[in-house]
């Protein structure tokens, strides 16, 4: 399964919001799935919850995040939301900076998101790619990158 099957056309948020805190940040970043019913309000609380414990363990690398919580914490099906924060936002990492790329993970178990997490990887690494989605100005140019992993 693709990266893309998993986010769908509405599951895309593209903020220009400027000095967010980390739990509007968070909201942002789960708002897709809990429209969409795919995670309950659980969820959204568990990430935040760690975030108070451990910091933002979600931090993956400079500019990029995947928030994410365990799937008994309140996930009803598997799924991913983009967000791109136009002006970036603090999630209170020391060693990343601010983020501008975040895809929230929503697995219903602990296996069956390995394809998904080894094609997240691919692009994660892909710079040039994560720049263009970072750049993009609609969902439209963020769909054609993604529909390559």
């Known amino acids: 399964m693709s990266i893309?099957?998993?986010i769908g056309d509405n599951g895309i948020v593209i903020?220009?919001?400027?000095?967010l805190s980390v739990d509007a940040a968070l909201d942002i970043t789960c708002s897709?799935?809990?429209e969409q019913g795919k995670v309950e309000a659980s969820y959204l609380e568990a990430?935040?919850?760690?975030?108070k414990e451990i910091g933002a363990y979600y931090v993956l690398a400079p500019k990029i995040a995947m928030p994410h919580a365990r799937p008994e914490d309140g996930v009803n099906k598997a799924a991913l939301q983009v967000t791109v924060f136009k002006n970036g936002v603090d999630l209170e990492s020391e060693d990343n900076g601010d983020v501008y790329f975040s895809i929230t993970?929503?697995?219903m178990d602990s296996d069956s998101h390995i394809q998904t997490i080894m094609a997240l990887a691919e692009l994660f690494q892909n710079e040039d790619d994560?720049?263009?989605i970072i750049a993009a100005e609609s969902k439209a140019e963020i769909i054609e990158i993604l529909k390559k992993y």
């Not at 990430?47 to 975030?51: G, N, P, Q, S, V």
């Open 4 to 6: 893309f099957n998993l």
């Open 130 to 132: 994560v720049d263009a």
């Open 32 to 34: 897709k799935l809990l």
């Open 105 to 107: 993970l929503a697995a």
């Open 47 to 51: 990430i935040k919850e760690k975030h």
């Open 15 to 19: 903020c220009n919001e400027e000095n």
